[in-house]
């Protein structure tokens, strides 16, 4: 078949694109009741609504009739306001009315769509088509969009609409439109009145169908069947149901125009299935099923003995009843988030345990990490989901889905993988609470402006209720895990380690459960697959680049990366579930749950290389991570030892460490543990690779050795002069062969930094340091926090500047 058109074909609009589709999906669009006889008891009788049922291949035949060729030209023809204006046609004619806005111009648009250089206009605002407008389908038959009544319709309305149906001598049907979403309304009644006036053949259409739920809808076709059989007489017996936007049901409406304006036979003992088995007594009828409503509502009278409804049924009307829903999987998703949302609270708690409420405070006061994690929130992502989108040309639902997740803020999953990786924990968490505050205005603001490019803004609910319950789910926990940190460290600590564990089973958990709940929604678009693939990846390479290119230290790179890639899946499934119909949820619903899945690989598979080279770069994994952390901290007070003094020595690899030792606790330990490892062995590239006494020294070795050799192979001697430094047995020797290198070796090894005020009467007994202390510069540990970050960029620029004399 040759495509005649130059524009861009839509890749439902044909048959051939619907045929290679997941037979649930294929069903549903081409006899969209498919989709709703699940639901409906066994016992009730379904052949009304397929009255007209033809077969894969009628569809096909009547396909070809709008499909455009050089012959066989499909275009717009002509208006009329006035029935003497309209145009002199002898080939049959259908026409669409219905109340403004229920979408008839999108379905002539929808039926034309292999043939989109014809220009349909279509709005949202109710009462856009004035006029009658006539559209050629080669000399095959006429097809006319009318002006809708009711809200904003044409003032002359009726002096237009009623000669035109009451003297178009080739009208053969005319197809009543009734939205799904709203039902049968007054002003339909009054349409339907004059059809049934006019004597008029017409057929009720269904719009909307994506956008109403499948109860609701089925109510609307139940109701519709027993409106038609009770209280119309030339109305064809079936309701056909429709959506423009995903051609739920164009199919089968194009093959009936296609048949009842007499260009297509149809095999019509298969195709008309509820007529052959009442139709013994009237043989006629099945010359032309459609041409006489009147034989449908005899046949559709002629029904089986009524029998009981199930006992479980609701919504029984006569014969039909509606079943409900299996309930299982309900009862398991409400049992299961619930558990999910108390371990989840536990878990914000345990990493709230390792907040420092002074770190946090300086984070929101000098809040560049914010920043940066706030481009790439609502900067980035929701950007790449509109680029990714248009790239694969994925249907507008599975756009918005799409976007939906790049709008997003930062899930909890961050914070537990921060931990993991060794990000800057104070930084992760305040993103992830200041996204979400900020979400409340961010997402709605997202939304509007990348998907208003495949729907109108307001189709999209923000469930604001539940980006506030995110946000207390998030803060209350991790706000009583900054007390505790803050009054109990040591408890602190003990929570956090189980708080770490939890966390990562707990997403592993929810992966598992989400694909076991929504197995059935698995079987979605590849190309989806594919976004859901590329994304999570999309998001940790551009935040990291982006915090690289800003300067911020490696650590902290590590983290604004997770916290850009890392979208909180749960609100975007929430929204995306509150948004659209079930009919559209299973074409969109598993993306946030393949993303989530990918996203939780790509963090898993990041977190396992990290630990691998930390324990690679020389067993340095117990002081670098936060668990490890604490069990150092333990390992010490066991072990009675302070840290007093450390020299940082390249590796192999150019990296630099310290050697430290122990001599008697002090509070500098503590320093060093908190403060000082995690400041210096986090920023890199080049990473600083510590050394401890309790693990660097040789056992047995004299220590006087030990420390010689290991000021010796370090590349820079960090000396930490404290109250008790000076006061211990080894300062004097260290000062000895520091300045022993600086002054006969010409290595300016020797960095000093001071933890506290040492009065001069005290460092005058130590009179190599007095010297140093007179002829260089030296660090002085601020005590304002605000301070310590320029404290740190100092260091850490000492530190890994290779020059040394
Ligand atoms: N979700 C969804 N929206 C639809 C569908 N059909 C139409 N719409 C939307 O409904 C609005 C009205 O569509 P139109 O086709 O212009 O409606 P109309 O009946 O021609 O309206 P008037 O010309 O004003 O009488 C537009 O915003 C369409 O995008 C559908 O099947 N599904
Ligand atoms: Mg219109």
Redesign the pocket.
């Known amino acids: 078949m040759r495509n005649y058109t130059t524009q861009r074909v839509h890749q439902l609009a044909s048959i051939k694109h619907v045929s290679v589709l997941p037979e649930r999906r294929r069903q549903g669009l081409l006899y969209p009741f498919s989709s709703l006889e699940e639901h409906l008891s066994s016992q009730v009788s379904q052949k009304e609504f397929k009255t007209f049922h033809p077969s894969l291949e009628e569809l096909r035949q009547a396909e070809t009739l709008f499909t455009p060729s050089s012959k066989h030209s499909i275009d717009y023809s002509t208006s009329a306001v006035r029935i003497d204006h309209v145009p002199v046609l002898k080939q049959p004619e259908v026409c669409f009315m ?1 109340r ?8 002539i648009r929808a039926l034309f769509s292999l043939a989109p250089e014809v220009d349909v206009r ?8 004035k006029k009658l407008n006539f559209f050629t389908v080669g000399k095959a038959f006429t097809l006319v ?1 009318m ?2 009544y009711g809200h904003n319709a044409p003032r002359d309305f009726v002096e237009m609409v009623e000669p035109y149906l009451q003297e178009r001598q080739n009208l053969v049907r005319t197809f009543l ?1 009734v939205d799904g979403g709203a039902g049968l309304q007054k002003a339909d009644l009054v349409a339907v009145e004059m059809c049934e006036e006019f004597n008029l053949p017409y057929v009720l259409v269904v ?2 169908i ?2 109403t739920r499948q109860g609701a809808l089925l109510a609307l076709a139940l109701q519709l069947r027993d409106f038609i059989k009770n209280q119309t007489s030339t109305c064809f017996p079936q309701p056909f149901l ?4 995903q051609f739920s049901g164009i199919y089968l409406l194009r093959c009936f125009i296609a048949h009842v304006t007499g260009n297509l036979q149809l095999n019509t003992k298969q195709s008309i299935i509820s007529a052959t088995s009442r139709l013994e007594s009237t043989p006629s009828a099945l010359e032309d099923p459609t041409s006489s409503p009147i034989h449908f509502i005899m046949f559709a009278n002629m029904c089986t003995p009524e029998p009981t409804c199930p006992v479980n049924s609701t919504l029984c009307k006569g014969r039909s009843c509606l079943v409900p829903r299996d309930t299982f999987n309900d009862t398991l998703g409400l049992v299961m988030s619930t558990t999910l949302t108390i371990m989840l609270a536990m878990v914000m708690f345990s990493m709230g345990c390792t907040v420092e409420a002074r770190k946090l405070w300086m984070h929101i006061r000098r809040p560049w990490g914010i920043i940066i994690g706030f481009l790439c929130q609502f900067g980035i992502m929701p950007f790449s989901a509109f680029a990714l989108s248009l790239i694969f040309n994925v249907l507008p639902v599975q756009a918005i889905v799409v976007i939906i997740m790049g709008c997003c803020p930062g899930g909890s999953s961050s914070n537990i993988f921060c931990y993991w990786l060794d990000g800057d924990m104070d930084l992760s968490i305040s993103m992830t609470a200041c996204s979400s505050i900020l979400a409340l205005g961010m997402m709605p603001l997202c939304l509007l402006i990348y998907t208003s490019f495949w729907t ?1 803004g307001d189709a999209i609910k923000i469930p604001y209720d539940s980006i506030g319950i995110t946000l207390v789910g998030l803060l209350v926990p991790i706000g009583l895990g900054i007390i505790v940190k803050h009054k109990w460290p040591k408890v602190a600590k003990k929570i956090l380690k189980v708080g770490s564990v939890v966390g990562i089973i707990l997403i592993i958990v929810i992966a598992v459960i989400g694909g076991v709940l929504y197995k059935s929604s698995w079987v979605i678009a590849p190309s989806l697959w594919i976004i859901g693939t590329i994304y999570p990846f999309v998001g940790f390479g551009l935040g990291f680049v982006l915090a690289c290119i800003v300067g911020q230290p490696w650590y902290r790179c590590r983290t604004i990366a997770l916290e850009t890639g890392l979208q909180n899946a749960q609100l975007a499934s929430t929204i995306v579930q509150l948004s659209f119909s079930p009919a559209e949820l299973e074409l969109m619903f598993a993306f946030p749950l393949i993303y989530s899945i990918f996203q939780l690989v790509v963090a898993v598979v990041a977190i396992a290389l990290h630990q691998a080279i930390k324990r690679i770069r020389g067993g340095t994994v117990a002081e670098e991570d936060g668990e490890g952390r604490q069990s150092t901290v333990e390992d010490h007070d066991k072990q009675s030892y302070a840290l007093e003094n450390a020299g940082f020595h390249s590796d192999e690899n150019g990296n630099t460490g310290i050697k430290n030792k122990g001599t008697k606790i002090s509070k500098d330990e503590h320093w060093i543990t908190e403060e000082l490892l995690p400041n210096l062995e986090r920023r890199g590239p080049p990473f600083l690779r510590l050394c401890l006494h309790s693990r660097d020294f040789q056992l047995g070795q004299d220590i006087v050795e030990n420390i010689t050799d290991s000021i010796y192979a370090s590349r820079r001697t960090l000396c930490l002069v404290s109250r008790n430094y000076l006061g211990s047995n080894w300062c004097s020797l260290e000062m000895q062969l520091a300045t022993y290198r600086l002054q006969v070796e010409h290595r300016d090894i020797l960095i000093l930094v001071f933890l506290e005020m040492i009065p001069s009467r005290l460092l005058s007994s130590h009179h190599r340091l007095a010297r140093l202390v007179k002829t260089r510069t030296y660090l002085d540990w601020p005590r304002d926090p605000e301070m310590h970050e320029a404290f740190w960029d100092r260091l850490w620029c000492k530190l890994s500047s290779n020059k040394t004399n």
């Open positions: 219905g403004s806005n229920v979408g008839k111009s999108s379905l279509i709005s949202k605002t109710p009462g856009h088509t969009d002006p809708g439109l719009t909307k994506d956008r429709v959506s423009s936007v109108t």
